[in-house]
């Protein structure tokens, strides 16, 4: 899941009170009967339209264990990898449980702040999860986390107003183009929203264009081969041709608003965003307007990232067996079930994809295809640091400062930088 990685990257250092401090009041975990007990800390990083179901979620562990109390913390998206990070290196503020993007655990491992979670609680019917979504909780050899949800993008598209202008889903960014075209006659709107900000969505056209950011089996930086030049002339001629309106920065919100307002007709964007589209005017009260496809395709294919978010322990937690179990309850099939149920997320054990109210749920009805068919990202250490340089030069391209053979170069350049030992 993303949303504005942009910005963690940009946070500094980040103060943190006490009141989200992990464990910090001597809590051994067990009371003298044997049972759970003192305080999980959680930190969930789960947008405005998600939160208040995690929170109802995350204190039902205090049904199940009584004499233990969870410290919900709501933590924006944007700022917990740096806020973990200076905790967690500081000995101080780092929570018992976060929510972590799948990118981040091979970092966090790296780092030593996770707990390896072979042979506790934690890794509760490890079997059934779905082996992609596990794919992403390890590192060299070790299970750091539980997967929680697991997603990809599409494109959210307006029924109506596609109708309106007499086209059909488009399969194709050369499609989207000329599909613009006709709802700004028919309509007066604009086509496409294209994240700007947000450099996880330059891999749907890197993808589509056959490319890659690396091939970590041969440890060889891709990502500035042709294809990766390609996808970015595919996005400034979007916006050049005024097939699609971008931003530079906010572009989660600002891109939300357009396309539950109406302003645009399309829009790439993952499960999320569900909830907070149905919100909008173009579909609240008239669900079945919004559409959802695969992501458009560019000259070889149409394929979108893997994300998704995972649940992880602090290695220096004073209270490991709650937060063992605290992190078995939140990945649990029940649990799962409920959060598809209420936010139309998707799960990550097949076993809940038996269930009939999942099965009859309509966004993982074409969720979980194109889940089944995403590209995994670079599990190593390195993998939340590869954006960065991508979103620098999205914003020389599409500002027109540079050209898109130069911003390919200017990100292979960087990452062989940052990955001494690739070519």
Not at 257 to 285: C, H, R
Request: proline content about 5%.
């Amino acid at each position: 899941m993303r949303r504005g990685i942009a910005a963690t990257a940009m946070v500094g250092a980040l103060v943190l009170t006490a009141a989200a401090c992990g464990g910090d009041d001597g809590d051994s975990g067990k009371n003298s009967s044997g049972k759970l007990s003192g305080t999980v800390t959680f930190w969930d990083t789960s947008n405005d339209a998600e939160k208040g179901t995690y929170e109802k979620l995350a204190k039902g562990f205090e049904k199940l264990h009584p004499d233990v109390k969870v410290n919900y913390v709501s933590v924006a998206f944007g700022e917990a990898n740096a806020k973990f990070k200076n905790a967690a290196g500081g000995n101080s503020g780092a929570p018992d449980v976060m929510r972590t993007e799948v990118a981040w655990v091979a970092d966090f491992a790296n780092l030593g702040y996770l707990a390896p979670l072979e042979g506790t609680p934690a890794l509760d019917k490890a079997d059934d999860y779905l082996p992609q979504a596990a794919a992403s909780t390890k590192f060299k050899g070790k299970t750091y986390a539980a997967p929680q949800t697991i997603d990809t993008l599409a494109l959210f598209y307006n029924k109506k107003m596609l109708k309106e202008a007499g086209v059909e889903t488009p399969k194709t960014f050369d499609e989207v183009k000329s599909a613009a075209k006709k709802i700004k006659s028919k309509t007066g709107k604009t086509g496409l929203y294209l994240r700007g900000d947000d450099p996880y969505y330059y891999l749907p056209y890197l993808y589509g264009e056959g490319g890659d950011l690396l091939d970590t089996k041969n440890k060889k930086v891709t990502v500035d081969e042709p294809e990766g030049a390609a996808a970015f002339k595919v996005m400034k001629d979007l916006v050049d041709s005024k097939a699609a309106t971008t931003d530079a920065s906010d572009g989660y919100n600002n891109q939300l608003n357009a396309f539950k307002d109406g302003d645009v007709a399309m829009a790439l964007d993952g499960p999320w965003s569900i909830e907070g589209a149905l919100q909008g005017k173009q579909f609240k009260g008239d669900k079945d307007n919004l559409g959802i496809a695969p992501v458009p395709g560019g000259s070889d294919r149409q394929a979108s990232p893997q994300g998704g978010w995972n649940l992880a322990a602090y290695a220096g937690s004073k209270n490991l067996d709650a937060s063992y179990e605290f992190i078995k309850y939140m990945s649990s099939a029940k649990v799962q079930q409920q959060t598809t149920e209420k936010l139309s997320l998707l799960p990550t054990r097949t076993s809940v994809y038996d269930v009939q109210s999942v099965k009859d749920n309509q966004m993982v009805q074409f969720f979980k295809p194109a889940v089944d068919k995403s590209v995994e990202r670079p599990w190593i250490p390195e993998a939340n640091a590869l954006f960065e340089p991508i979103r620098l030069q999205m914003e020389k391209v599409l500002s027109g400062k540079t050209s898109p053979d130069s911003g390919a170069k200017g990100v292979g350049d960087a990452y062989r930088k940052l990955l001494k030992d690739y070519k």
